[in-house]
C-alpha cells in the first residue's frame, strides 16, 4: 500500500471514529452521563422474562444525589443474568378467611391486617424459581448491581431479591 493511500485510510477511520462519538453523544438520553452514574440498585415489579433477560417496572434506588432527575421517575429496566448472580426471596402466605378469624383480624366482612404481621420465610431463591413466580402473580424484586451499573442498558445482576405472595387454598372472602 503506498504512503498515500495509508494516510487516506488513516484520515477515514479517524472521521469515523469521530463520527461514531459524535452520534452517541446526540442519541443518548439528554442530560445523562452513563460513564458517571453510580447506580447500585433498581427495585419494582417484574414485567417478564425472555431468556436471560429480564424487564421490570419500578425507580432506582439509592442516595439522592447519585440519582440524577433524569432517572428518578418510574421506568422499564431490562438487566441480564449471570451465573454468578445470587438469589434470595422471602415469602408472605396470606391467611384464610378463617384463619383471619381466629387471629381477630376480622371486622364485619371486611379483615384488615399488616403485612408485617403475615408469615413470612426468607429461603434461597433462584432463576428457575423467579420465574415459576412470576407465572402464580405479581413478585416485587429488588436487584444489586456489583460493580455499578454505569451504563444501565448494559446491566448484570449481582444480587436479587425478590417477594413471593402466597395465596390460600380456600378464599379470603367469607
Known amino acids: 500500500m503506498s504512503k498515500e493511500a495509508r494516510n487516506i485510510l488513516i484520515g477515514l477511520l479517524i472521521l469515523a471514529a469521530l463520527g461514531g462519538y459524535w452520534l452517541f453523544q446526540y442519541f443518548r438520553e439528554p442530560g445523562l452521563d452513563f460513564t458517571q452514574l453510580d447506580i447500585h440498585k433498581f427495585g419494582g415489579n417484574i414485567v417478564s422474562i425472555k ?3 429480564v424487564l421490570v417496572h419500578g425507580v432506582f434506588s439509592g442516595p ?3 440519582i440524577p432527575e433524569g432517572l428518578s421517575a418510574p421506568r422499564d429496566f431490562k438487566f441480564k443474568m449471570a451465573g454468578s448472580t445470587r438469589f434470595e ?3 408472605i402466605r396470606f391467611p384464610s378467611w378463617a384463619e383471619l378469624k ?3 383480624k376480622v371486622d364485619g366482612n371486611q379483615a384488615r391486617y399488616r403485612l408485617e404481621e403475615l408469615p413470612q420465610a426468607r429461603k434461597t431463591g433462584s432463576f428457575e424459581d423467579l420465574k415459576n413466580s412470576i407465572s402464580r402473580g405479581g413478585v416485587i424484586v429488588e436487584v444489586d448491581f456489583i460493580p455499578s ?3 444501565p442498558r448494559e446491566a448484570v445482576a449481582a444480587f436479587v431479591f425478590y417477594q413471593v ?4 387454598s380456600s378464599s379470603l372472602a367469607p
Open 89 to 91: 426471596k422471602l415469602e
Open 64 to 66: 439522592p444525589e447519585k
Open 102 to 104: 381466629a387471629m381477630g
Open 149 to 151: 451499573a454505569h451504563d
Open 51 to 53: 431468556g436471560e433477560t
Open 165 to 168: 405472595f402466597i395465596e390460600p
